[in-house]
């Protein structure tokens, strides 16, 4: 068992919380951006309050703990640890609520290289407790506007969790997928279930477009978001996002691996 004062040391010895990783110069660039309602930033939230810069500096000092201080624009952003503590645990009470009703989830991620580990051990842990693990539109192609402009990607499922791939990239050499975050694929996925008649899912569990795709259209969701992502904050804050749990997305994968032990632990479904 992994106790609460073991993970608190480890998220900030590998710095998933306390000091980042993020600079503050990128996470003001996307309050900016968010604030400007750019289709980059808001990952599928449709912001019903105004969330001008400031009020977006101090929902994430509230939820996060980076400094509310406007006047600091450079350095690194922090993250408070026992935010980041408190959010696991109601992601947890989120995944051990679902598998107590046995429910159908979707879980996806556009941080594969990252995180595809730690959403595939949710994923079996949840196929155990007897929830369907949904994987609907698998091979559907997706258009999604990058930097590079329009590319065409292919919806896939590695081991019960969705995320895209760009066409003719299979699965050899460690291959993972792509990092994206459009709310396009899940929309996909659950346009998909829905016209298919099977079951949709009760709960959603994925970063970016996945969590925020699916709270925008009224699905539970819940992921973890970087100081950087203040859209999963927004919906959180209006109810579309049940669970934003702030970390850094993009460490090793390994160091993860805790995370999901604590999670699994708490929520009853460790085997």
């Not at 980076?66 to 993250?79: F, K, M």
């Not at 203040?230 to 850094?248: I, N, Y």
């Amino acid at each position: 068992m992994l106790t609460r004062g073991a993970l608190r040391a480890h998220l900030l010895d590998v710095r998933l919380a306390g000091v980042v990783a993020t600079s503050r110069e990128v996470s003001l660039r996307s309050y900016r951006l968010f604030a400007a309602r750019d289709p980059r930033v808001l990952l599928g939230i449709d912001p019903e309050g105004a969330w001008g810069q400031r009020e977006l500096l101090g929902l994430m000092a509230q939820r996060c703990g980076v400094s509310a201080d406007p006047r600091y624009i450079s350095g690194q952003d922090v993250i408070d640890p026992d935010r980041t503590l408190a959010a696991l645990d109601a992601f947890a009470d989120r995944l051990a609520a679902v598998a107590g009703r046995r429910a159908p989830v979707l879980l996806g991620t556009g941080h594969p290289h990252r995180l595809l580990g730690f959403y595939v051990a949710l994923a079996e842990a949840l196929s155990a407790a007897g929830c369907a693990v949904l994987t609907p539109a698998q091979g559907r192609s997706v258009d999604i506007t990058t930097r590079f402009g329009l590319r065409t990607y292919h919806l896939d499922y590695v081991r019960g969790v969705a995320l895209v791939r760009e066409p003719g990239a299979g699965r050899a050499g460690g291959e993972t997928g792509a990092h994206t975050h459009s709310p396009l694929p899940v929309r996909a996925a659950l346009a998909a279930a829905a016209e298919g008649g099977g079951p949709l899912p009760e709960l959603v569990i994925g970063d970016h477009g996945w969590a925020c795709g699916a709270g925008q259209l009224g699905f539970e969701a819940i992921g973890p978001a970087d100081t950087d992502d203040p859209a999963l904050f927004v919906g959180q804050a209006e109810g579309r996002v049940s669970v934003a749990v702030p970390l850094d997305d993009a460490v090793r994968s390994e160091y993860y691996r805790p995370l999901t032990r604590y999670v699994l632990n708490r929520a009853c479904l460790s085997r």
